[in-house]
């Protein structure tokens, strides 16, 4: 039986989430699904927040005082980029790996 794509993904999670099915042996564990999951939802609001911010143009604005603070997606940036990282690393997979391309989990290329 499949296991289906959570509904709501952008394009990029759906691509981490059936590629990380087809080159890892997750099955039906459903602790490992929820790590999946929980990464691929990470990775969609990291990239919304990421582009929210570009739309604003900086993570710095000038508060009602005219003191600089940091930008509130900032924050969500930093969470989101965590979340994915330490549910990536409770499915033993490298974020960096995954970006260059390789589809073996735990091996590098060679040559890197």
Not at 19 to 25: D, E, G, K, S, Y
Request: proline share 4%; charged share 25%; aromatic share 6%.
């Amino acid at each position: 039986m499949k296991i289906k794509t959570p509904q709501g993904l952008s394009a990029e999670a759906k691509h981490l989430w059936t590629r990380t099915l087809a080159a890892w042996p997750i099955g039906k564990e459903a602790t490992l699904l929820v790590c999946l999951r929980n990464a691929c939802f990470s990775l969609d609001r990291l990239r919304a927040a990421e582009a929210a911010l570009a739309k604003h143009g900086s993570g710095i604005y000038l508060d009602r005082f005219g003191l600089p603070k940091q930008h509130p997606l900032c924050l969500v940036i930093r969470d989101s980029t965590k979340q994915l990282h330490d549910a990536l690393r409770m499915l033993s997979l490298d974020w960096e790996q995954l970006n260059r391309g390789n589809d073996e989990p735990g091996e590098d290329q060679e040559g890197d």
